[in-house]
């Protein structure tokens, strides 16, 4: 055995006498390994449960500095409640697994839905695991089945299931009787509030003037 390292490193010796400076210093350079998967389909699972499902057509898995994984060929993914069943849905263009800090990025085309009719579309966008929650600092907007939009151009913090959004920087459009979207607060120190469907009326027509109060009432001298 000792004898064939020798013979190895001896060949590799003589190898490297021929070759440019460039190769010999590629050489000295970290090599990455990738691993391609086809047709990919995934779950994760807390306490036992399952809490999502991926698919995608390709799947990349990169063992460098940093080990992590691309989707670079659009993923899917669905959400599932307690009770098993599906609450949310996910796609994307392209997204990056970091298994190191457990997360996913995800960009272009983001675009998530929910068994209410609320979709939330945004231009990139973190998915945390551990806290369940989806982030983003570009601009995000959101609506719902009514018509109800809302718009946040620094950006967004939301639960998967999409009940709770706050938006950085709001402004929006309610087209329901509500006085704004369920589910979605807007952010403390946000500007911007949520604006009426009929803008058009000017403030003359719909302001009222002060009621003027009675004269008080005198009573008879006996």
Known sequence: MCLR????????????????????????KKVSMTDQAIKVEGYLSQGGKAKARLTAPVMLRVQADTIYTEFPKTLHVD????SAKIESKLDAKYGKYMESINMIYLRDSVRVTTVRGDTLYCQDLWWDQNKQLFYTHKPARSINKAGDRMQGDDGMQATQ?????KFINSHGQVKSDQTGIPGQAI????TGTPLPADTTRKPADTARKPAVPAPPVTPPAK
């Open 5 to 28: 390292y020798v013979l190895v490193a001896a060949v590799l010796l003589l190898t490297a006498c021929e070759n440019t400076d460039e190769e010999i210093n590629a050489l000295g």
């Open 79 to 82: 959400f599932y409640n307690d």
């Open 161 to 165: 299931d999409l009940k709770d959004i």
């Open 187 to 190: 952010a403390p120190g946000a």
